[in-house]
Nanobody, 127 residues
Framework: QVQLVESGGGLVQAGGSLRVSCAASGRTFSGYTVGWFRQAPGKEREFVAAINWSNGNTNTADSVKGRFTISRDNAKNTVYLQMNSLKPEDTAVYYC????????????????????WGQGTQVTVSP
């Protein structure tokens, strides 16, 4: 069982950048797809981006495509979400999640696919 620890959230002005990290504890990310989801106040949690740890395939939501980039660092067993050109509507709690898919190339955007979740990290973008 993998445990997820998010870090890197904070307050940034619109147009700025922020990087959030998701580190694995207890085991490596090998065999997992790791995703980022977010939940804004009063809204449902939504998919942001995900990466297949083994082959590096990614999936990114249209709402953040071109601004957000997901990547992985094998040596640090960590997944990053680089967020550029941030907008106030990006304000949310960002959650890291892991989906055990050792033989699949699918990078799911469905929350139900993800078995393990982190506690979340707050990202606030001021106007």
């Amino acid at each position: 069982q993998v445990q997820l620890v998010e870090s890197g959230g904070g307050l940034v002005q619109a147009g700025g950048s922020l990087r959030v990290s998701c580190a694995a504890s207890g085991r490596t990310f090998s065999g997992y797809t790791v995703g980022w989801f977010r939940q804004a106040p009063g809204k449902e949690r939504e998919f942001v981006a995900a990466i297949n740890w083994s082959n590096g395939n990614t999936n990114t939501a249209d709402s953040v495509k071109g601004r957000f980039t997901i990547s992985r660092d094998n040596a640090k067993n960590t997944v990053y979400l680089q967020m550029n050109s941030l907008k106030p509507e990006d304000t949310a709690v960002y959650y890291c999640a892991a989906d055990w898919r050792p033989t699949s190339m699918v990078v799911s955007a469905r929350q139900a696919s993800y078995d393990y979740w982190g506690q979340g990290t707050q990202v606030t973008v001021s106007p």
